[in-house]
């Protein structure tokens, strides 16, 4: 799947998909945690992965570190 972000195109993964819709109903953000609970079956590390991907390609930002990281949308 393709999203549209500010007339760029970005492949994106069915989960991450999910994740961002959650984000869009939920206010803009979410917790490690709360993005798990989004996406369920799948371990920490890949969760972690898809979120690391999403901000590598400008969807979303970090904020804080480790355990208290936020994820927002870009």
């Given at each position: ?17 999910r994740i961002?819709e959650?984000m ?22 890949t ?28």
């Open positions: 799947q393709r999203s549209d972000l500010e007339g760029k195109q970005v492949a994106l993964s069915e989960r991450q998909i961002l959650a869009r109903v939920g206010g803009g953000g979410m917790t490690t945690k709360q993005a798990g609970e989004v996406v369920k079956m799948v371990s920490k590390d969760l972690i992965r898809d979120l690391n991907d999403l901000i590598k390609k400008g969807v979303i930002r970090r904020q804080g570190s480790t355990k208290a990281s936020r994820y927002v949308l870009a």
